[in-house]
């Protein structure tokens, strides 16, 4: 890697930023980068050195095998130490840092007139007094304990309670769909959070929708509804408790009422002291085979990696107001909402509501309000509002909406740092630091500290320079997932069987002649609509599910706002007729199984789909005619090559 010297358009830090930054410049960054591949021991024992250890580590910071040929894979970070996120977050600050009285959160709600101030004095009080709750409904170490909570102060305050009891949280997404299958494989939760919620103008009912589940396996459940000051106004409360209550049964023996249990909750609570490798959460994320898979990541590599990525992604310092857009039921806002900002004693807004509610110019509006500082939102949100304001968007999407987010949001003078990164990775993996790296619109730039990318052709060939490939990883940083839980095998074929002593992340990714990495997309059968990730398998199967439908094959096809939006190819039985009330019927299939997210934008009828002669499908092939590119290349491969003819004629009837 060499400081880019490019003739394409770069924008450079400003010096403003430069002077005061942890990372000030590229020589910067190189010489840190440089170190923390070279003596990772050294790098990482720094780090966690400002963390408090109930006991210190008897192994290395960071042990692995990423090669399946010598053994299981793991990662072990820190092993023999005892320490307790929860600690780390709030005692840490407040009883060592002096920062009780420093605001944590200004939470934001879906109106306007409801917003409160979070102190880390009070977060810590609130989270003890929850911590004992589910103590006493029963919630032991190494317990799971689902949330389904949307964006308010009680769903931080009920993570970090399991972290403090050394439970481990499972959040279940929320904001993408509210009938999204609950993981089936539950049995041992303990708690479920429910609540009824105003999105917009929508009253969402959670609690309805989490009673089948409920009926299952959950023992207790933890109520919390509405009743604290800070969720609604008096009147919009009796009207949501009203429309709840209807349909709701609660039962004594099991439910209990946030409110009343809070109250009388002493709030002293001693931290479980946990081992290092201990589970902290399990987060599900879309499978290829259309499966869930629930990412297991632990806690004190996650602690390290979270706090460290925060702190230099974002150049943080104490008077900033940062605020990330992300639901806390993501990745995103797991690290970058929760755990990262507040191992940094960082103030953060937290809204509940919705970027165009009550009205387009809300995320602006609480940028103003609070005198926001960093801001941390996706390429889709700014899509939105590139389209809503200059009315245009142009093409290429992606450097179009990156300079219109740089020039008119951030008035030029405000860098953008495009993170890439997974659920599984924890953490930023590619990133630019604000005051050191030169940006490209529409790159990732370079690896953060401890992590070293390569790009593999098929055969796993190491591809050096300029290229294009297959994104791996050579080797662990602290947060990466450890496993999938109750799933070691998959964990192992998923990420590690392609290509053995590498981690796959099933991206596609160029490196250009400045050593720039590119993200180019996912080259697995994932698809990514709005930043959420889905298999095609998924939708595929919905898709069967209709009567008319004897096979389905799905397609991502760029979309201006969504960034990719979904095309499918469907084949129907013999007899079966493709009219408009189907394109209509399978489209409403899809949306309630999956979720809004997930709904097709475009259906094709597909007399027959292009397949190798063994018999499988030729995506490529289907992307390319989604998309309407003529020139298919190689088709020698396929069994019948008329059926491409056959799609491209049937093409415009897409709907
Ligand atoms: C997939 C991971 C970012 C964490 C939340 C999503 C895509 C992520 C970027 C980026 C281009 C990106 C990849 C990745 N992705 N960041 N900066 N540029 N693509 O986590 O749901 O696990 O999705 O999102 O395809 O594999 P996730």
């Given at each position: 890697?060499?400081v880019p010297e490019?003739q394409?358009?770069?924008?450079y830090?400003?010096?403003?930023?430069?002077?005061?930054a942890?990372?000030?410049?590229f020589?910067?960054?190189?010489?840190?980068?440089?170190k923390?591949?070279?003596?990772?021991?050294?790098?990482w024992?720094?780090?966690?050195?400002?963390?408090?250890?109930?006991?210190?580590?008897?192994?290395?910071?960071?042990?692995?095998?990423?090669?399946?040929?010598?053994?299981?894979?793991?990662?072990?970070?820190?092993?023999?130490?005892?320490t307790?996120?929860?600690?780390?977050v709030?005692?840490?600050?407040?009883?060592?840092?002096?920062?009780?009285e420093?605001?944590?959160?200004y939470?934001?709600g879906n109106?306007?007139?409801?917003?409160?101030?979070?102190?880390?004095?009070?977060?810590l009080s609130?989270?003890?007094?929850?911590a004992?709750?589910?103590?006493?409904?029963?919630?032991?170490?190494?317990?799971?304990v689902?949330?389904?909570?949307?964006?308010?102060?009680?769903?931080?305050?009920t993570?970090?309670?399991?972290a403090?009891?050394?439970?481990?949280?499972?959040?279940?997404?929320?904001?993408?769909?509210f009938?999204?299958?609950?993981?089936?494989?539950?049995?041992?939760?303990?708690?479920?959070?429910?609540?009824?919620?105003?999105?917009?103008?929508?009253l969402?009912?959670?609690?309805?929708?989490?009673?089948e589940?409920?009926?299952?396996?959950?023992?207790?459940?933890l109520?919390?509804?509405?009743?604290?000051?800070?969720?609604?106004?008096?009147?919009?409360?009796?009207?949501?408790i009203?429309s709840?209550?209807?349909d709701?049964?609660?039962?004594?023996?099991?439910?209990?009422?946030?409110?009343?249990?809070?109250?009388?909750?002493?709030?002293?609570?001693?931290p479980?002291?946990?081992?290092?490798e201990?589970?902290?959460?399990?987060?599900?994320?879309?499978?290829?085979?259309?499966?869930?898979?629930?990412?297991v990541?632990?806690?004190?590599?996650?602690?390290?990696?979270?706090s460290?990525?925060?702190?230099?992604?974002?150049?943080?310092h104490?008077?900033?107001?940062?605020?990330?857009?992300?639901?806390?039921?993501?990745?995103?806002g797991?690290?970058?909402?929760?755990?990262?900002?507040?191992?940094?004693?960082?103030?953060?807004?937290?809204?509940?509501?919705?970027?165009?509610?009550?009205?387009?110019?809300?995320?602006?509006?609480?940028i103003?309000?609070?005198?926001?500082?960093?801001?941390?939102?996706?390429?889709?949100?700014i899509r939105?509002?590139?389209?809503?304001?200059?009315?245009t968007?142009?093409?290429p999407?992606?450097?179009?909406?990156w300079r219109?987010?740089h020039?008119?949001?951030?008035?030029g003078?405000?860098?953008?740092?495009?993170?890439?990164?997974?659920t599984?990775?924890?953490?930023h993996?590619?990133?630019?630091?604000?005051a050191a790296?030169p940006?490209?619109?529409?790159?990732?730039t370079?690896?953060?500290f401890?992590?070293?990318?390569?790009?593999?052709?098929?055969?796993?060939?190491?591809?050096?320079?300029v290229?294009?490939?297959?994104?791996?990883?050579?080797?662990?940083?602290?947060?990466?997932?450890?496993?999938?839980y109750?799933?070691?095998?998959l964990?192992?074929n998923?990420?590690?069987?392609k290509?053995p002593?590498?981690?796959?992340t099933?991206?596609?990714?160029?490196?250009?002649?400045?050593?720039?990495?590119?993200?180019?997309?996912?080259?697995?059968?994932?698809?990514?609509?709005?930043?959420?990730?889905?298999?095609?398998?998924?939708?595929?199967?919905?898709?069967?599910?209709?009567?008319?439908?004897s096979?389905?094959?799905?397609?991502?096809?760029?979309?201006k706002?969504?960034?990719?939006?979904?095309?499918?190819?469907?084949?129907?039985?013999?007899?079966?007729?493709?009219?408009?009330?189907?394109?209509?019927?399978l489209?409403?299939?899809?949306?309630?199984?999956?979720?809004?997210?997930?709904?097709?934008?475009?259906?094709?009828?597909?007399?027959?789909?292009?397949?190798?002669?063994?018999?499988?499908?030729?995506?490529?092939?289907?992307?390319?005619?989604?998309?309407?590119?003529?020139?298919?290349?190689?088709?020698?491969?396929?069994?019948d090559?008329?059926?491409?003819?056959?799609?491209?004629?049937?093409?415009?009837e897409?709907?």
């Open positions: 890697m060499v490019s394409e358009k770069m924008y830090p400003p010096v403003e930023l430069q002077r005061n942890h990372v000030p410049d020589n910067s960054y190189l010489v840190m980068y440089k923390s591949l070279e003596n990772p021991e050294a790098f024992r720094e780090v966690a050195d400002e963390f408090f250890w109930k006991k210190p580590a008897t192994g290395p910071m960071l042990q692995h095998n990423f090669d399946m040929t010598k053994g299981n894979i793991f990662v072990n970070c820190m092993e023999g130490a005892k307790n996120m929860c600690y780390n709030l005692d840490r600050h407040v009883k060592e840092g002096k920062l009780g420093k605001v944590a959160y939470w934001e109106s306007p007139d409801h917003h409160m101030t979070i102190t880390y004095r009070q977060l609130h989270v003890c007094r929850c004992n709750v589910l103590k006493q409904m029963g919630v032991k170490r190494g317990d799971r689902s949330i389904y909570l949307p964006m308010i102060p009680e769903l931080i305050v993570m970090l309670a399991c403090r009891i050394g439970a481990v949280h499972s959040i279940v997404v929320r904001k993408v769909t009938n999204h299958p609950m993981p089936r494989d539950k049995g041992q939760d303990k708690v479920l959070c429910v609540y009824g919620v105003y999105r917009g103008e929508k969402i009912n959670l609690k309805q929708i989490s009673d589940a409920l009926e299952k396996c959950r023992e207790k459940l109520l919390v509804m509405g009743l604290s000051p800070w969720n609604m106004n008096p009147k919009m409360y009796k009207s949501c009203k709840i209550i209807q709701m049964q609660v039962s004594s023996q099991r439910d209990v009422w946030w409110d009343e249990v809070m109250r009388d909750s002493p709030d002293e609570c001693e479980e002291w946990m081992d290092a201990d589970p902290l959460f399990i987060l599900y994320t879309s499978g290829s085979t259309g499966k869930p898979k629930g990412v990541h632990t806690v004190a590599g996650y602690l390290l990696y979270t460290l990525t925060f702190r230099y992604v974002f150049d943080h104490p008077d900033d107001v940062y605020w990330c857009t992300a639901d806390i039921g993501w990745i995103t797991h690290s970058y909402i929760t755990y990262g900002p507040l191992a940094n004693g960082a103030t953060s807004v937290l809204f509940e509501g919705l970027p165009v509610h009550p009205h387009v110019g809300r995320f602006w509006e609480i103003e309000k609070y005198k926001v500082t960093k801001f941390y939102t996706a390429p889709t949100a939105l509002a590139e389209h809503q304001i200059l009315g968007v142009g093409e999407i992606n450097p179009e909406a219109w987010y020039e008119v949001v951030g008035q003078r405000c860098p953008v740092v495009d993170t890439f990164w997974q599984e990775t924890g953490g993996v590619l990133t630019p630091l604000p790296t940006l490209k619109p529409g790159s990732a370079f690896p953060f401890g992590v070293e990318p390569a790009i593999l052709n098929e055969h796993g060939e190491e591809l050096e320079g290229t294009e490939g297959y994104l791996v990883f050579r080797k662990p940083w602290p947060g990466i997932m450890r496993t999938i109750k799933n070691q095998e964990f192992e998923t990420y590690f069987r290509f002593g590498f981690y796959v099933g991206d596609g990714c160029r490196r250009d002649k400045d050593g720039y990495y590119w993200i180019t997309g996912r080259i697995d059968d994932m698809l990514n609509v709005s930043g959420h990730l889905m298999s095609t398998a998924e939708v595929e199967a919905a898709l069967m599910l209709h009567q008319s439908v096979e389905a094959a799905v397609v991502s096809r760029p979309h706002v969504k960034g990719e939006c979904l095309y499918c190819f469907v084949t129907l039985k013999d007899s079966k007729e493709f009219n408009c009330k189907l394109v209509e019927d489209k409403r299939l899809v949306r309630e199984k999956i979720g809004p997210i997930a709904t097709p934008d475009f259906i094709q009828n597909a007399p027959a789909l292009p397949k190798t002669r063994s018999g499988k499908i030729m995506r490529r092939i289907l992307r390319q005619i989604a998309r309407n590119e003529k020139d298919l290349g190689d088709l020698s491969t396929l069994a090559p008329k059926v491409v003819e056959v799609l491209f004629n049937q093409r415009s897409a709907a």
